[in-house]
Antibody, heavy 118, light 108 residues
Framework: EVQLVESGGGLVKPGGSLSLSCAAS????????MNWVRQAPGKGLEWVSS????????DYADSVKGRFTISRDNAKNSLYLQMNSLRAEDTAVYYC???????????WGQGTLVAVSS | EIVLTQSPGTLSLSPGERATLSCRAS???????LAWYQQKPGQAPRLLIY???SRATGIPDRFSGSGSGTDFTLTIRRLEPEDFAVYYC?????????FGQGTKVEIK
């Protein structure tokens, strides 16, 4: 069974940092591009970042470019998102999901909540 | 950036009725790389349709997708109680991979 389990969410002050992780199991992680998608409370889905299989291709939404860094460790079947200079508008549930350009987001984790507030 | 506009914002229907959801793109979607997702409260999105018209694994055949270019449709042939949810379209052919704002299908 495919499983994606996010962790690392929590409450952080504006300007602070947080690191999210996504542990994958039940499929060959190294065969899939990966993404982070977020959803602000009561709002729709927003793609945040993606990383290709071998980390050669990395992309970010303009809203997080220069502040967030995506990475992966295929040996540990894990995806990461380092979030710096956090703002109130970054408050959201963060999901990891499989999929790259030309591929739909087939599998999703259950999400981890990030709240940015003083 | 491709902007996806979904309509209507809310669809009020009864179980057994047919639901027709629209997704319009601001420019042509590459190779019909258009997906539909279902999301229920407190849950992660679930892939329903990819490639504009292909059902994902395990998705009942009452769900169907159609369209190409800039106009796409998700049809739910006969609504079951578990189908009342929010539906999002997404294009994944170019970056940024954008989502529509969602259509809520609610019980009338």
């Amino acid at each position: 069974e495919v499983q994606l389990v996010e962790s690392g969410g929590g409450l952080v002050k504006p300007g602070g940092s947080l690191s999210l992780s996504c542990a994958a199991s039940g499929f060959t992680f190294s065969d899939y591009s990966m993404n982070w998608v977020r959803q602000a409370p009561g709002k729709g889905l927003e793609w945040v970042s993606s990383i290709s299989i071998s980390s050669i291709y990395i992309d970010y939404a303009d809203s997080v470019k220069g502040r967030f860094t995506i990475s992966r460790d295929n040996a540990k079947n894990s995806l990461y998102l380092q979030m710096n200079s956090l703002r109130a508008e970054d408050t959201a549930v963060y999901y990891c999901a499989t999929g790259g350009i030309g591929y739909s987001f087939d599998y999703w984790g259950q999400g981890t909540l990030v709240a940015v507030s003083s | 950036e491709i902007v996806l506009t979904q309509s209507p914002g809310t669809l009020s229907l009864s179980p057994g009725e047919r639901a027709t959801l629209s997704c319009r793109a601001s420019q042509s979607v590459t190779s019909s790389y258009l997906a539909w997702y279902q999301q229920k409260p407190g849950q992660a999105p679930r892939l329903l349709i990819y490639g504009a018209s292909s059902r994902a694994t395990g998705i009942p055949d009452r769900f169907s997708g159609s369209g190409s270019g800039t106009d796409f449709t998700l049809t739910i042939r006969r609504l079951e109680p578990e189908d009342f949810a929010v539906y999002y379209c997404q294009q994944y052919g170019s970056s940024p991979r954008t989502f529509g704002q969602g259509t809520k299908v609610e019980i009338k």
